[in-house]
């Protein structure tokens, strides 16, 4: 069974930095997407930031290029979102997602478009930013 546990969230004030980690155990598939998912009260979920577990370059959200980076430590089974530069607008609660995918454009689908629920989902980590 696929386990996700994240962690590092916490407050902040804007322009800090903080940085998410997600662990992944028991994964039965060789390649897939990992990726963060955010959803702020009264807001629909949005993809943040997705990366190909076979490589290639990550996906980001408009709302978070040049501020957001994410990596995987495939050593570690652990997948990193870096986030700079935080505003108000990024306070959220951050869900970790992984799921089989047969090639990178099913990661890139998870930050254009509307996300469905397939896949494991992490039990999230909120993260706060003050003005």
């Known amino acids: 069974q696929v386990q996700l546990v994240e962690s590092g969230g916490g407050s902040v004030q804007a322009g800090g930095s903080l940085r998410l980690s997600c662990t992944v155990s028991?994964?039965?598939?060789?390649?897939?997407?990992m990726g963060w998912f955010r959803q702020a009260p009264g807001k629909e979920r949005e993809g943040v930031a997705a990366?190909?577990?076979?490589?290639?370059?990550?996906y980001y959200a408009d709302s978070v290029k040049g501020r957001f980076t994410i990596s995987q430590d495939n050593a570690k089974n652990t997948v990193y979102l870096q986030m700079n530069n935080l505003e108000p607008e990024d306070t959220a609660m951050y869900y970790c997602?992984?799921?089989?995918?047969?090639?990178?454009?099913?990661?890139?689908?998870?930050?254009?478009?509307?996300?469905?629920?397939?896949?494991?989902w992490g039990q999230g980590t909120q993260v706060t930013v003050s003005s």
């Open positions: 997602r992984t799921d089989a995918a047969p090639t990178t454009l099913v990661c890139m689908s998870w930050v254009y478009e509307r996300p469905n629920d397939f896949g494991t």
């Open positions: 990366v190909y577990t076979d490589g290639g370059d990550p």
């Open positions: 028991g994964l039965t598939y060789r390649s897939g997407c």
